[in-house]
């Protein structure tokens, strides 16, 4: 499912944080499909093994997060030349237990580089998330007040506390905010337990011939369909790239496909990709987690379609894509690569 050149795409230099991750090096490749290449890098690379994702890519420049950081900080170096941040770096683990770090990175982080891209005239878009939504079940709108909202864990109150930080201070209307919903896809391999459940699918049928779902436990819903809005990376940053090219865009936006799926639509495809009879089991949801569990999320898309119009890729077919082309065989995107 290839990025149209027809596709809008921000001009000028673009500086991604969070390059080498999953959602970012995928707005790279995206970016470079469109040709664009005049890319800055940017990410904590450390002892990861997603430099991968970054090797295909084709960029301009890299700096480490924490040197831009202290540039920016210390006001030692600007964001001279740059049109447009992408800011989709983060600690995105929802059972991060350090809180002083989440603070630091995702908090602290993303409001020195707002303030930098507010002085120069920057375009400015960050990844917040669908976690800020905390336990709601229906109607998630980008229209509920924000103080209305009750995030279940500090990845998702790190993220909540930027979007009421921009709101108290008056300039929420001057950037964009994307809320990401279940985004699943390529490049995601070095996320450990934060994979997608394709992924997760994918080894263990691999491993044991069966995939393992939570049963339910709530009556209302059968075994194997609680339901998550699932959309596929490729969709998710043509979206992110729409927005960060239209000036009319501000505020808030859900990322997401606007459908609630089960989970057996999710794991089906993957089986059928494989060639493989479907084995499927259910086990108990762990105590600690049955107050918390969602049993079914859906983004509301209304504000999300007044910018980006094309239609979504179906969930069968990209999960089919996504395991064919990139699972089986360990592949990473490739702007080369059709």
């Keep these: 499912m290839p990025i149209h050149a027809t596709s809008p795409i921000p001009s000028g230099r673009i ?3 969070g390059a080498a991750g999953f959602i970012g090096s995928a707005a790279i490749w ?3 499909r469109a040709g664009h290449d005049d890319i800055v890098a940017c990410d ?4 990861s093994e997603k430099w991968r994702n970054l090797a295909p890519l084709r960029i301009h420049d890299y700096i480490d997060a924490d040197a831009l950081l202290e540039r920016l900080e210390t006001r030692t170096g600007t964001c001279a030349g740059i049109s447009t941040i992408l800011h989709l770096g983060a600690c995105s683990s929802t059972t991060e ?3 002083a770090y989440l603070m630091r990175n995702n908090f602290e982080f993303t409001k020195v580089l707002a303030n930098a891209a507010l002085a120069q005239g920057i375009r400015f878009v960050y990844a917040s998330s669908a976690a800020t939504y905390g336990a709601l079940e229906d109607g998630l709108s980008e229209s509920l007040p924000l103080e209305s909202l009750r995030p279940l864990n500090m990845y998702a ?9 921009a709101a108290y201070h008056g ?3 001057r950037i964009v905010g994307v809320k990401y919903f279940n985004v699943f896809g390529p490049n995601e391999a070095h996320k450990g337990g934060m994979r997608s459940m394709v992924t997760k699918a994918f080894e263990q049928i691999g491993r044991e011939g069966k995939v393992s779902l939570f049963r339910s436990h709530r009556p209302e819903f059968k075994d194997g369909e609680q339901r998550r809005d699932f959309i596929y990376v490729k969709d998710a940053v043509a979206m992110t ?5 239209d000036p009319r865009a501000s505020g808030l936006y859900n990322i997401g496909s606007g459908r609630a799926s089960t989970w057996l639509e999710l794991v089906r495809p993957v089986f059928t990709a494989l060639g493989k009879p479907e084995a499927i089991e259910f086990v108990d949801m762990p105590e600690i987690l049955r107050e918390k569990y969602q049993y079914s999320t859906k983004a509301e898309v209304e504000r999300i379609a007044t910018v980006y119009d094309r239609p979504i890729e179906p969930l069968a077919e990209s999960v089919t894509e996504f ?3 990139y699972l089986v065989g360990d592949r990473r995107l490739d702007p080369a690569v059709l």
């Design 15 to 17: 500086l991604v944080t």
């Design 30 to 32: 995206a970016l470079n």
């Design 44 to 47: 904590r690379l450390n002892r």
């Design 97 to 99: 237990d350090d809180s």
């Design 157 to 165: 109150y790190s993220k909540h506390l930027f979007d009421c930080h």
């Design 171 to 173: 300039f929420a209307d």
């Design 241 to 245: 790239l729409a927005l960060a090219a």
């Design 323 to 325: 395991v064919r082309e």
